[in-house]
């Protein structure tokens, strides 16, 4: 290391953790262990965690009542009331039951009426899916749960568990010694006599260091003696991953620490222009970071803030933030029963000078949202609701500072998003990606109004046959471009062993469909292939039943909910099942020219083009990404 000794400088606080960072940057490194989950509450993940298995792992009732088959009761109403027999119509079910084949609706049991033991009437019709909980409709096998260098919340133990998940790799908490030294000081148990000073200091860094993800020993008062100082430091290097020693760190003539660590090793700050806490030593020795921290409380507190929690932070991944109440606009309209004051999970980003909240999903099973959610919206009782555009006040998980440096990404789904995500996380610590899931169009009409950086975006445009750039061309007055991401096959995800021999779309009459969500690329893919088929919607049975997210819908084929979906190859191979293919589309991303240059979207362009991706998408399946992360712009001189 290059001699950068400053004794008592007045080095600026930025400067002088950049100058230690720095030094600590190839010497300082994370280490990792396996724990059980149920020990692993405020820990930090190592890599990204993958569900072993779906919840609900089967379609589940909803409510208490009847589940019926949809068919047997078209055409029941209050003048035509049907009755329907047990185990042959019907079968009683609770909260949590299988529902299976070929029971497809659950009426709740106030709506049911008993005749006697064996038969019941009804007089609604029932729709198909209603009051069911479908297989992976909170995690589906193979979802990431969570991604590398997460901190855990009690709510992340519960989905991993019931993701299959058992044992867990985090960050190993770094271990800290702490000296207090000095002749004058006392332990509390003790009565001061004059000139004595209980010590204190110490117990707070214990403290703090704890709650930073540290394991901390606090060691006894050591007096101002030079040769027990430097023992004590010396030996405590070889079994602790820091040292912090408290007081002698001034320029009094008992004040040994900054001589002892030049002795030990090398200091390179001594003095920064902070008050109070001027007298900081920023020091390395046999390899590791010691600090040396001033006596007087609020100056050791001060210190530790902007000093030891940084390095802490290098060695547990951990990242800091403060619960938060903001205004935000909201991107989507959200509906409300007067009856109830609602919690609403949001996903938050700063786009612009505004932050916007995207809605997650509302259900009370859905434990998901919990885990991706950055707060809530509360909507009051009273209240139909909330329209898209609005402000609303949102009760923040993380911090502003965090927020702000969030790519806020609304659109089509793809497991690229998942895996970019787990990467900037990885290897850009503090800038995030924030995906919202509400397809094509929907994301383009936020990126119009403002409320996203990026869009996903899969369109066709049937005129031209291309992809996404007519859309964009049409729906855009400002400066646009095109990050290139990937290109995917999209085809029919149908049961392992295909058993009802589907060949392609016009196979579809036969079987029982999910579709996506309506302004889904995927929806408008799949519409396009009807009309080239000569089909109508109303011959596919299932055409109006939707899902959000292509692993969604391939956990429905997979729970033999369904027939065939709609979807990309990557989701059918990841729940193991059959793939017909229909053709190959281009996965985008729309972004306004103005963007570009953030450094969070920088970031994300990076991670597009890395091998670490690539590797992921190959082993994925299905994915062509030689273009990804080239940018294409958009305006009166492009040429299609």
């Given at each position: 290391m290059a001699n950068r000794n400053l004794y008592l400088n007045n080095t600026p606080v930025k400067e002088a953790l950049d100058i230690y960072k720095k030094a600590l940057k190839d010497i300082v490194k994370m280490q990792y262990e396996e724990i059980p989950v149920e020990k692993s509450l405020g820990r930090i993940t190592k890599e990204a965690v993958y569900a072993r298995c779906s919840s609900p792992l089967f379609n589940a009732a909803a409510m208490d009542g009847i589940a019926v088959i949809t068919e047997k009761t078209k055409g029941a109403s209050e003048r035509t009331p049907l009755i329907l027999e047990k185990n042959k119509d019907f079968i009683v079910v609770d909260t949590g039951d299988p529902v299976n084949y070929p029971y497809d609706a659950v009426i709740m049991a106030e709506d049911v009426i008993e005749i006697d033991e064996r038969t019941v009437k009804i007089l609604e019709a029932a729709t198909a899916w209603q009051h069911i909980r479908p297989i992976g409709e909170d995690i589906v096998s193979g979802e990431m749960l969570l991604p590398s260098m997460h901190k855990i919340r009690p709510?992340?133990?519960?989905?991993?568990?019931?993701?299959?998940?058992?044992?867990?790799?985090?960050?190993?908490?770094?271990?800290?010694?702490?000296?207090?030294?000095?002749?004058?000081?006392?332990?509390?148990?003790?009565?001061?006599?004059?000139?004595?000073?209980?010590?204190?200091?110490?117990?707070?860094?214990?403290?703090?260091?704890?709650?930073?993800?540290?394991?901390?020993?606090?060691?006894?008062?050591?007096?101002?003696?030079?040769?027990?100082?430097?023992?004590?430091?010396s030996e405590a290097l070889d079994s602790y991953d820091m040292v912090i020693i408290n007081a002698g760190s001034s320029a009094g003539t008992e004040d040994f620490t900054v001589h002892i660590l030049r002795e030990l090793g090398e200091v390179l700050v001594h003095g920064v222009a902070i008050k109070p806490g001027k007298p900081v030593i920023l020091a390395v020795v046999k390899g590791k970071p010691v600090i040396g921290l001033p006596g007087y409380p609020v100056s050791a507190y001060i210190d530790f803030e902007n000093f030891v929690k940084p390095v802490l932070a290098l060695l547990t991944g951990e990242t800091y933030c403060d619960n938060n109440v903001a205004e935000a606009v909201l991107s989507k309209r959200m509906i409300s029963s007067l009856k109830h004051k609602e919690y609403v999970r949001v996903k938050v980003g700063q786009v612009g000078d505004k932050l916007v909240a995207s809605p997650l999903a509302r259900g009370a099973g859905a434990a998901m949202s919990l885990v991706r959610a950055d707060g809530f919206c509360v909507i009051e009782q009273n209240c139909e609701g909330i329209e898209a555009g609005e402000t609303v006040r949102v009760e923040l998980y993380r911090s502003l500072q965090e927020i702000r440096h969030t790519v806020v990404c609304i659109g089509s789904h793809d497991l690229l998003l998942d895996l970019a995500a787990d990467l900037m996380a990885f290897h850009y610590p503090g800038v995030y990606l924030s995906s919202t899931h509400i397809g094509s169009m929907g994301g383009l009409m936020a990126l119009k109004r403002g409320e996203a950086h990026i869009v996903p975006v899969h369109l066709l445009d049937e005129a031209s046959g291309k992809y996404n750039i007519p859309y964009i061309k049409r729906m855009f007055e400002e400066p646009m471009a095109l990050i290139k991401g990937v290109k995917r096959i999209q085809g029919l995800i149908v049961q392992k062993g295909n058993p009802l021999n589907l060949k392609g779309i016009a196979d579809l009459k036969q079987c029982r469909f999910v579709n996506r969500q309506r302004g889904a690329g995927t929806r408008v893919l799949f519409d396009y292939k009807l009309k080239q088929a000569g089909m109508d919607a109303s011959e596919i049975t299932g055409y109006d039943r939707e899902a959000a997210t292509h692993m969604a819908v391939a956990a429905l084929v997979a729970g033999n909910s369904a027939d065939a979906a709609m979807g990309i190859f990557a989701a059918a191979k990841a729940m193991q099942l059959d793939f017909i293919e229909v053709g190959q589309e281009e996965y985008d991303f729309a972004v306004p020219v103005k963007y570009l240059k953030l450094p969070e979207i920088q970031a994300f362009i990076e991670v597009l083009k890395s091998s670490e991706l690539h590797t992921r998408l190959a082993n994925a399946g299905g994915y062509q990404y030689e273009e990804a992360g080239d940018i294409y712009f958009i305006d009166e001189k492009f040429q299609e």
């Open positions: 709510i992340d133990i519960g989905v991993l568990f019931s993701g299959g998940i058992i044992k867990i790799m985090v960050v190993k908490q770094p271990k800290a010694a702490i000296f207090p030294t000095g002749t004058e000081i006392i332990e509390p148990t003790k009565t001061p006599e004059a000139g004595e000073i209980i010590e204190s200091n110490s117990r707070m860094f214990e403290a703090m260091i704890t709650s930073y993800g540290g394991l901390a020993d606090r060691f006894p008062p050591t007096p101002d003696d030079y040769n027990k100082i430097k023992a004590a430091v």
